[in-house]
T-cell receptor
């Protein structure tokens, strides 16, 4: 079991460019999440999905779009990157919606927007 | 405005010492309080968690103390080891299994 994997590990973009981050999980989890991590602010929820074909906004959704066409994959898109989106992005997944259902995190993608 | 406030931002402790990290929350809808450990270049991993109807939970050298009336909780790392050097995040869960994180504490254990 690879758990949660993220592609790519690093990326540098210029302002205005677009890109897609891929998250994949092999645990057959229903729930998937995208977070961003910034110094001193912990992790903040961008978007999440409660199942294949569904998406919902989190705490900081502006400037991002997501899609969950397959249960095992959750894509995060930046249509027009801005320097404020420089961050480390983490994907997570969980089996269900109960508070005791652990969220398992991927290794992260470090994105720099120049 | 962070719903979960964590302190200190960093701490240094000698090997064998006790590390203490404190968190406070406002939202009474939170019903589960996990702590995550993160090593450099890795994603956060669940360390220990507590429900609000329990005042203390211990797993090995890690203990959570929970004060529901004060809306505060803390992580104690006993007999700290160099391998415990990491960033620790407190978090709170509300409806829909969504996590709200504190700002993180970088712990350095000196040998």
């Amino acid at each position: 079991n690879a758990g949660v994997t993220q592609t790519p590990k690093f990326r540098v973009l210029k302002t205005g460019q677009s890109m897609t981050l891929l998250c994949a999980q092999d645990m057959n989890h229903e729930y998937m999440y995208w977070y961003r991590q910034d110094p001193g602010m912990g992790l903040r929820l961008i978007h999440y999905s409660v199942g294949e074909g569904t998406t919902a906004k989190g705490e900081v959704p502006d400037g991002y779009n997501v899609s969950r066409l397959k249960k095992q994959n959750f894509l995060l898109g930046l249509e027009s990157a801005a320097p404020s989106q420089t961050s480390v992005y983490f994907c997570a997944s969980s089996r269900g919606v109960r508070s005791t259902d652990t969220q398992y995190f991927g290794p992260g993608t470090r994105l720099t927007v120049l | 405005q962070q719903q979960v406030k964590q302190s200190p931002q960093s701490l240094i402790v000698q090997k064998g010492g006790i590390s203490i990290i404190n968190c406070a929350y406002e939202n009474t809808a939170f019903d589960y309080f996990p702590w995550y450990q993160q090593f450099p270049g890795k994603g956060p991993a669940l360390l220990i968690a507590i429900r609000p109807d329990v005042s203390e939970k211990k797993e090995g050298r890690f203990t959570i103390s929970f004060n529901k009336s004060a809306k505060q909780f803390s992580l104690h790392i006993m007999d700290s080891q160099p391998g415990d050097s990491a960033t620790y995040f407190c978090a709170a869960k509300g409806p829909g299994n969504k996590l709200t994180f504190g700002g993180g504490t970088r712990v350095l254990v000196k040998p």
